[in-house]
T-cell receptor, first 117, second 116 residues
Framework: GAVVSQHPSRVICKSGTSVKIECRSLDFQATTMFWYRQFPKQSLMLMATSNEGSKATYEQGVEKDKFLINHASLTLSTLTVTSAHPEDSSFYIC?????????????FGEGSRLTVL | AQTVTQSQPEMSVQEAETVTLSCTYDTSESDYYLFWYKQPPSRQMILVIRQEAYKQQNATENRFSVNFQKAAKSFSLKISDSQLGDAAMYFCAYRSGQGGSEKLVFGKGTKLTVNP
């Protein structure tokens, strides 16, 4: 199946700093990518839909200025957590849809664990 | 809005036995996709099986099969000949078939334990 890669897999930062997480589709073009947040022992919560060449669409309750999303190319989307605080510590997962498939399945990255001290 | 419900927070099965994970969903749409994803301790989501709503035939992938009951809005996953590597969180997910609506709605998950 298609491969989606996230980097970094783990990041620790100090409160008040910004952290960037990358999501790449390695063997297909993804006009749309999705960013999820997962708290321990809970399900995935969709944060935003990243669209190549246009502004991201955020879910209700997600702060646009805090979670900056940029989808500058067909294979890369980035999530920047600005002025991170301990409550932003979580597992962030991206996914991408292979536009070449009609089945609609999404392929997921390995996830990035953010710890804010 | 669509919702997905997994009523079993945890399930366990003996190695080589069969287990069924339940999933129900609520939608007013007629065209949609359903998925089962597996999340092992490594945390990477892995697609297990998918079902298109317009297909009456239940999807199967080796030891994994589904029982798709469209009228009842039920989409259960059966794992046959369970293996230790099947131990993971399993998430049922819904995706609208309408163009431009590609996001997945997940259930809360079922933790599957496989006992040797």
């Amino acid at each position: 199946g298609a491969v989606v890669s996230q980097h970094p897999s783990r990041v620790i930062c100090k409160s008040g700093t910004s952290v960037k997480i990358e999501c790449r589709s390695l063997d297909f073009q993804a006009t749309t990518m999705f960013w999820y947040r997962q708290f321990p022992k809970q399900s995935l919560m969709l944060m935003a839909t990243s669209n190549e060449g246009s502004k991201a669409t955020y879910e209700q309750g997600v702060e646009k200025d805090k979670f900056l999303i940029n989808h500058a190319s067909l294979t890369l989307s980035t999530l920047t957590v600005t002025s991170a605080h301990p409550e932003d510590s979580s597992f962030y997962i991206c996914s991408a849809r292979d536009g070449g498939l009609i089945t609609g399945e999404l392929f997921f990255g390995e996830g990035s664990r953010l710890t804010v001290l | 809005a669509q919702t997905v419900t997994q009523s079993q927070p945890e399930m366990s099965v003996q190695e080589a036995e069969t287990v069924t994970l339940s999933c129900t969903y609520d939608t007013s749409e007629s065209d949609y996709y359903l998925f089962w994803y597996k999340q092992p301790p490594s945390r990477q989501m892995i697609l297990v099986i998918r079902q298109e709503a317009y297909k009456q035939q239940n999807a199967t992938e080796n030891r994994f099969s589904v029982n798709f009951q469209k009228a009842a809005k039920s989409f259960s996953l059966k794992i046959s000949d369970s293996q230790l590597g099947d131990a993971a969180m399993y998430f049922c997910a819904y995706r609208s078939g309408q163009g431009g609506s590609e996001k997945l709605v997940f259930g809360k998950g079922t933790k599957l334990t496989v006992n040797p």
